[in-house]
């Protein structure tokens, strides 16, 4: 071989050389990227949701697999008839209802946190407190029901009630811790007229050490009376318990009291006038005492017959025939008739007499009775000692006069109605 062929074969070889080493780089370039689109595939193989099209699916959806369900709502609707916030609300008439589901508990405390007591119906449905709620007083109220899958409803709110702009006052006749005779009949006056009688009724209540039954009856718009079915027991520990504050007794017109009034029963004293003898039988714990001569009212003014109570005692007073209804025949003003104790509000009264001398023999006066007695009241005459054992709540009984049967308004003569009409 030439030279020259001797070297373009040595640079053909070493081409070929060459080539055959790039043909194998380009070789393993190639298993490698095939390797790589190996894992590649495999990767999109085990994505998430199987496939790009369904994993495309789920992000567009807002998140995939990994969104968490929403929860569920209770079908109970819980309803307070006092809007949260809410002002000026009437105290009566206030409760809590649930509209498909039942209430599992209602809690209302006043702003101090005191727990305002109710209950909530057999059904289920709603809860109302046990009394009226107080005037002028913030509440708040939790309650929670559950409808028939058992999951909850629950509301919390406030609210204020109103503060009364008109009030009514309430007196009565007794006082703390007085003692009164069994005849005594508590009278409730009203300086307006009451036009919600049976929440007020249903706000007075009698407390009693011997378990004795008072019932409240009506004469008119403004007045209350009180008494058990017979006369008191003696010994009898009342107590007289008002809760008004909160009561409308009149639309938009509230009491004015909430307070406790403690009194006792004495002994018993009953006085039986007889027009036609003219004598009273005084009665002490059911023994007769003393009879004791009298004067009545004549014919043209008789005295009422029935029984009647003590309401009052005066040591001496004025009459004044000026101030009683149909009076008949002469007229008179006495300025001092001593030991006086009424009996109605038509001018009946049992008093002493210094001025008269019929005692125990005609009626001679205008409707009262009347016992002998002197000039300023002297208290060992007939009138004085009477007047000395006799306490407010005794009765006295007029029996045989010519004259009706006082009215059960006139006066504490409440005894001559019936318990059935009470």
Partial sequence: MEPVQAVDAAIDTTRTAAGRSRARRAGRRAGVALVMGGVLLLGAACSSGGSAT??????????????????????????????????????????VT????????????????????GQIASDGLSWKPGAALGVGTVYTVNAQAKD?????????????????????????????????????????????????KDEVVKNIAFETNNGTVVKGHWFGGQRLDFRPEKYWKPGTKVTVKYRLKNVE???????????????????????????????????????????????????????????????????????????????????????????????TNSGTYVHG??????????????GCISMQDAKGGEDASVAGKFFADSLIGDVVKVVNSKGKTVQPDNGLSGWNLSWASW
């Fill in 353 to 366: 007499n210094y001025w008269g001398s019929s005692f125990g023999k005609s009626n001679a006066s205008h």
């Fill in 98 to 117: 649930v509209a498909s589901g039942t209430l599992t508990n209602v809690e209302m405390t006043d702003k101090n946190g005191k727990a305002v007591p």
């Fill in 249 to 343: 007794v009149a639309p938009g017109v509230y009491g004015d009291v909430d307070r406790d009034e403690p009194f006792t029963i004495g002994r018993s004293q009953i006085s039986t006038a007889d027009a036609a003898t003219h004598q009273m039988t005084v009665q002490k714990d059911g023994a007769t005492v003393k009879t004791v001569p009298i004067t009545a009212g004549n014919d043209d003014n008789p005295s009422w017959n029935g029984t009647m109570v003590i309401s009052s005692r005066e040591k001496v007073t004025r009459m004044n025939s000026a101030t009683v209804s149909n009076v008949k025949g002469s007229e008179y003003d006495i300025s001092d008739v001593p030991h006086a104790m009424r009996l």
């Fill in 148 to 196: 028939s899958a058992g999951l909850v409803a629950a509301s919390t709110s406030s609210f204020t009630t109103l503060s009364p702009a008109k009030t009514v006052s309430t007196n009565d006749n007794i006082s703390d811790n007085g003692t009164y005779g069994v005849g005594m009949i508590i009278s409730v006056n009203f300086s307006k007229p009451v036009k919600n």
């Fill in 54 to 95: 369904s994993s495309a699916k789920g992000d567009a959806a807002g998140g995939g697999a990994d969104a968490t369900p929403a929860p569920k709502t209770s079908a109970a609707v819980l309803t307070v008839s006092a809007k949260d916030g809410a002002t000026d609300v009437t105290p009566a008439g206030f409760q």
